[in-house]
């Protein structure tokens, strides 16, 4: 059986956009998608300013409307599309952090209903993008049309086999070109005790960078042969590079412990790209 794409909804515009994206996604890996909607359970001893409205009929019929209208942006132009929608009793990131063991891929709009404005992301999708066992999609904004390209960050460090997996399989399953994207600012550690040089050459440097590289991708693409794929490596802090070339792509797919140190369960590349990103963005676990 196939394994479901979830999406998280709450009826504000980012989480239909989210439910939009989700929808076409599902259709791709022909795969379900179930649309949920967490309501917290408050406890009495927990004092509320204002205290939340009574769970009743007339709430539940609400909330299945809100489901309904998010599955018709899922569905729009996929109608053999099969769509599942659900109310979960729970803290919203809890449920879906716990409902994604069971799920392919999570998705969840920027910022949902709960969320500051003036915040780039809200409390549940940066939770979710922290916690969650599968890859997490944030959807922040999309555009129109299709560039037929997606970009993958690649650090050169150990365990990013997952990363590159997905990124070559979205890749083939968009029919899309992958951009493999390696930035570097100076030497750096590639793991513990490994000595760097007081002075070096950056034009020699940047010359190993692309080996290292070079080295990477080399087995991916002989398993995903009829990839597209476009090496580049950049003299840039990694999180700027990825920021300047989402905006000439449709994806960016990142490591959920891109760059150091590590923020709120995130490292700081990625940290940086589920806030600034001009495009959705996915964020692997090794």
């Given amino acids: 059986m196939t394994m479901p ?14 439910a939009s994206w989700a929808g076409q996604e599902a259709a791709l890996r022909g795969a379900p998608l179930r649309m949920m909607y967490a309501v917290p359970r408050w406890a009495h001893n927990v004092p509320l300013v204002p205290p939340p409205r009574t769970w009743g009929p007339g709430t539940e019929a609400a909330a299945r409307e809100m489901l309904d209208n998010a599955a018709v942006h899922a569905r729009a132009g996929r109608p053999q599309l099969s769509i599942t929608t659900d109310i979960i009793a729970g803290r919203p990131a809890d449920a879906l952090v716990g409902a994604a063991k069971e799920a392919q891929l999570l998705v969840v709009g920027n910022r949902g209903r709960g969320g ?30 299709d560039r037929g390209e997606i970009v993958v960050g690649i650090t050169g460090k150990p365990r990013q086999g997952s990363l590159l997996d ?7 399953l968009r029919h899309a070109t992958l951009r493999a994207v390696h930035a570097w600012v100076h030497p750096t550690t590639r793991w513990p005790g490994d000595p760097q040089p007081l002075v070096y ?7 190993e960078e692309a080996i290292l590289l070079a080295e990477v991708i080399a087995g991916w693409r002989e398993k ?13 802090h990694p999180a700027l590079a990825l920021i300047d070339a989402s905006a000439e792509t449709d994806l960016v797919i990142i490591g959920a412990h891109s760059g150091a140190p590590a923020l709120l369960g995130m490292g700081s590349v ?13 964020v692997v676990r090794p």
Avoid: K, N, W
């Fill in 5 to 18: 794409i979830i999406v998280g909804v709450d009826g504000s515009a980012p989480s239909l956009q989210a």
């Fill in 116 to 145: 500051f404005t003036e915040l780039l992301l809200g409390s549940v999708s940066h939770d979710v993008v922290a916690r969650a066992p599968c890859p997490v999609a944030v959807i922040r904004q999309t555009h129109a049309g």
């Fill in 166 to 172: 997905f990124a070559f399989r979205e890749a083939a």
């Fill in 201 to 207: 050459d950056i034009g020699e440097v940047g010359q």
């Fill in 224 to 236: 995903y042969p009829d990839v597209s794929l476009i090496p580049q490596v950049m003299h840039a």
């Fill in 270 to 282: 990625t940290h940086a790209m589920v806030h600034h990103a001009r495009v959705p963005v996915i």
